[in-house]
């Protein structure tokens, strides 16, 4: 590690109940029209009309885009975009799950940058721009993204999970209201979960980690070891989905400055070859990934195994008990592997060695503690089509 790090994070964070209502605030102190974008189950909640009347009390004029429908794409950025150029907005605001907000990064960096946002992968163009203002406001506990300079855009002419990170996209406002994942189902709430675990302690266990990212990392994976179950079972326990809101923005605010690691370097190409949603493929591959990392990073996985169980002995059993706990909550979570999801195996069978590369090209694995082969990668790939979290995890059958 450097002898110094950087910690980046929005310039504003609005956290608690009731917090949304703050949007048309905020928004009228940046702009004075807005794009919203959000999707079509945002709506039918009630949630884009609640974010449209706050902003008419505050004289902040509007538009809308709901056309995000699936994990985001170039294609979902560009007719945004579009729609922001011609309506002459001046400030965005991102209302749903990581795909929306995702989106809406983009459409901001480029409304002041330009160019095709595929463009910006792997540092080929910088944004030297500041975007314009970007309200980030989370409907679920899991991708972390209202806290993140980071963006994942699918590349629609490859199926190429377009990661880009740079400070341009990080949003100036994030405002987490746990009162909008009341309306989070079972699935997906145990999905995203995972997925704000999986940030946690890649974060944790990345060897860019530093000491203001293991604070965040270390509290979000105690707030949400310690409430997720009663979130998946209890919905409306308005103090579980409080402790995932914030776990997961934790996480959000750790991975971004330190990075993620091996599970993502892997989830995106299945995201984007066979369209399982981000938080889904993340969860079905985290307990695989641990095992294969775990001889080189027991310490640090200990800490993990003694959130599970505090009398956890020594760091190598500690490490174990990290390891079968995660398998043991996805069980419990009912998070199938990828042959459970219903992905075809010689389909995936066709496809491992090019997801494989797309992996290694995101750069993510090299941040994992241990960092694999190709041909490692490759038959990681395979194990965890087949793998079990459980025997008694019928989901994997």
Known sequence: MENYASFRSPQTIIYGCQSFEKVGQEAALRGNRAL??????????????QCIQNLQEHGVEYRIYLGVETEPTDLY???????????????????????????????????????????????????????????????????GSE???ATVITNSSNDVKMMIKQ?????????VDPHLTL??????????GVDALSHAIEAYLSKRAHPMTDTMALSAMKLIVENIKTAYQDGENIQAREAMSLGSLQAGMAFSN???????????????????PHGYSNAMLLPAVLEFS?????????????????????????ADVAVESVKELCAALNIPNLKGWGID????????????????????PANNPKVPTITELEELYHTCYHYQFTSMNKSSN
Do not use: W
């Open 36 to 49: 919203i974008i959000s999707d079509r189950i945002m709506e039918q909640l009630g949630y884009v009309n």
């Open 77 to 143: 950025v560009a007719e945004a975009q579009e729609l922001f150029k011609q309506e002459q907005c001046d400030l965005v605001i991102s209302l749903g799950g990581g795909s929306c907000i995702d989106t809406a990064k983009a459409v901001a960096v480029l409304a002041t940058n330009g160019g095709y946002i595929g463009e910006y992968m792997r540092g080929k163009k910088i944004a030297e721009n500041d975007s314009i203002p970007h309200i980030s406001i989370p409907t679920t506990a899991g991708t």
């Open 147 to 149: 806290a993140t300079d």
């Open 167 to 175: 400070p341009a996209f990080m949003p100036q406002v994030a405002i």
């Open 183 to 192: 309306s989070s189902p079972p699935h997906v709430t145990a999905a995203t």
């Open 258 to 276: 330190s990075s993620v690691c091996l599970v993502h370097g892997m989830s995106r190409p299945i995201g984007a070859v066979f369209h399982v």
């Open 294 to 318: 775990k001889e080189k990073c027991i310490d640090r996985l200990a800490d993990l195994g003694r959130i599970f169980k505090a009398e956890a002995g020594s760091n190598e059993e500690a």
């Open 345 to 364: 195996e010689q389909g995936f069978n066709l496809a491992v060695t090019k997801m494989a590369r797309d992996a290694i090209d995101s750069g993510s």
